[in-house]
């Protein structure tokens, strides 16, 4: 069989990184344009996600901080060891040029993305196998591939262009059309007190839900997607890093039909009648515009397109859950490293995709059981994640055992607000919301009483 090298530039790949190490400034322009998968060779996708980590701490990107840190991973040697880091500090002579060195890198990348499915339409069609969804996939690729060069088309390489800058009537008649589309393009809760607070979340807007763990925040952001493709007709998207799918279509039928855990499994086992009633309920109430996608050490790159093809393939997305921020792969060892990252990178991907993401994070809970109350300084991560949410809400558990969702943050309106959720907790279905006035214990009642 004649091999033939996949596309690739090896001297573009090597004039991007030395460009980095000439002028550390450029990797803000590069890391706009490519990622680290657009790197043919292993080693140089190796170094540039070091150049990148050392970016978000601040460091200097230099010829001594890189291979210090890949010598800390024991990757040093695999790149070609110090010697091949000196060959790039010295590859190019000026980064002037490293916009054009990106754009020769991407069409390498296209290139290699266009065969690999071209080469999976080739195999489905030897197949035998029904090539609809075969062709649905190839289309959803062939817009994700299309829209990766949009960056480099136009007035300049870098994608920058006059359009991106708006006047007042511009503006204004941006909003006009957005408001008259805000029923079908908002994300409402289907919790009335809640929404006439925050106003539902509107495309570019990132929800933040913070609680300690089995706080029940997976289950309240699940009741909410299913609530809003059963509302809307629209797709909706859920990336579960912490649960695999067949678990979270449990929870869905659980949600679903009001019932343990432990039923539906009987029911299924068993192959019963009862069975194909509890999957009935599951498409009536949701699940069939639940998108889902349990693959693990997700990073925001992935995540981006994963939206974009199911945008494609599947039609209008109507919003983004993550569960939860503290799984992202991405953005350095630390949680506090990748909060850096991850939290203000979901916000640009809402604006970006114009879709309401929500997000789940993570409290300390020795801090959350002490006092019965949360705040928005308990989420795990530091100030990043308040700084990136546009609505933050938090889920406690109060000294009478209530589960109560309290607003901590409201570019909408006013936030301290506190609602008692009314949840079947063994089936993990939030029934409604209703005002929360703080009461006197139950515990401080009946000493009183004594």
């Known amino acids: 069989m ?75 040697e695999t790149i070609g060891g110090a010697a091949y880091l000196l060959n790039l500090v010295d590859f190019v002579p000026t980064a002037a040029n490293v916009s054009h060195y990106c754009h020769i890198l991407k069409e390498a990348s296209n290139k290699r993305h266009l065969i690999q499915y071209a080469q999976k339409l080739i195999g489905l069609c030897h197949s035998g196998s029904d090539i609809a969804d075969g062709v649905k996939d190839a289309k959803a690729e062939l817009a994700g591939i299309s829209s990766s060069m949009d960056s480099f088309s136009g ?11 708006s006047t007042i009537d511009q503006r204004a008649e941006r909003y006009i059309q957005q408001v008259k589309t805000f029923d079908k393009t908002r994300f409402i809760t289907g919790f ?64 679903a039909n009001g019932i343990t855990g432990r039923e539906v499994e009987r029911a299924y086992k068993a192959c019963s009648t009862e069975a194909k009633a509890i999957q009935t309920e599951v498409y009536i109430k949701g699940s069939r515009g639940l998108l889902v996608c349990d693959k693990p050490r997700l990073d925001l790159e992935k995540i981006a397109r994963y939206i974009e093809l199911a945008n494609n393939k599947f039609g209008k997305i109507n919003a983004v859950g993550i569960d939860y921020l503290g799984l992202l792969a991405g953005g350095g060892r630390t949680l506090f490293e990748k909060t850096a990252h991850n939290a203000p990178e979901i916000k640009n991907i809402a604006k970006e995709a114009n879709l309401p993401i929500i997000v789940l994070c993570q409290i300390n809970r020795e801090g959350a059981k002490a006092k019965h109350d949360i705040e928005i300084t308990d989420a795990k991560g530091g100030g990043d994640i308040e700084a990136s949410a546009d609505i933050m809400l938090g889920f406690y558990t109060d000294e009478d055992g209530n589960l109560i969702c309290k607003g901590l943050k409201n570019r909408n309106g006013a936030k301290d607000f506190r609602l008692l959720c009314e949840i079947d907790r063994a089936s993990f279905r939030f029934k409604g919301m209703s005002e929360y006035e703080k009461k006197e214990s139950q515990t401080l009642r009946r000493k009183a009483v004594q």
């Not at 990797?27 to 657009?38: E, F, G, N, Q």
């Not at 200097?60 to 991973?73: Q, Y």
């Not at 809003?228 to 949600?255: C, N, W």
């Open 2 to 76: 004649d091999y033939k090298i996949p596309p690739q530039n090896n001297d573009a790949e090597m004039s991007i990184l030395g460009a980095v190490f000439l002028d550390n400034d450029c990797i803000t322009k590069v890391s706009r344009l490519i990622d680290s998968l657009d790197f043919y060779k292993e080693a140089h996708r190796d170094i540039f996600k070091t150049m990148m980590q050392l970016t978000l701490t601040k460091t200097p990107i230099d010829f001594v901080t890189v291979s210090n840190k890949l010598k800390e991973a024991s990757q040093l």
């Open 155 to 165: 007035v300049s390489v870098s994608g920058v262009s006059v359009s991106d800058i």
């Open 192 to 255: 009335p007190l809640l929404d006439a607070r925050i106003r539902g979340v509107a495309p570019g807007e990132v929800l933040t839900i913070i609680a300690e763990p089995g706080g029940f925040k997976t289950a309240w952001l699940q009741n909410l997607l299913l609530n809003g493709a059963q509302r809307t007709g629209f797709y909706h998207l859920f990336f579960s890093l912490e649960m695999p799918d067949v678990k979270v279509f449990e929870r869905e039928a659980q949600i």
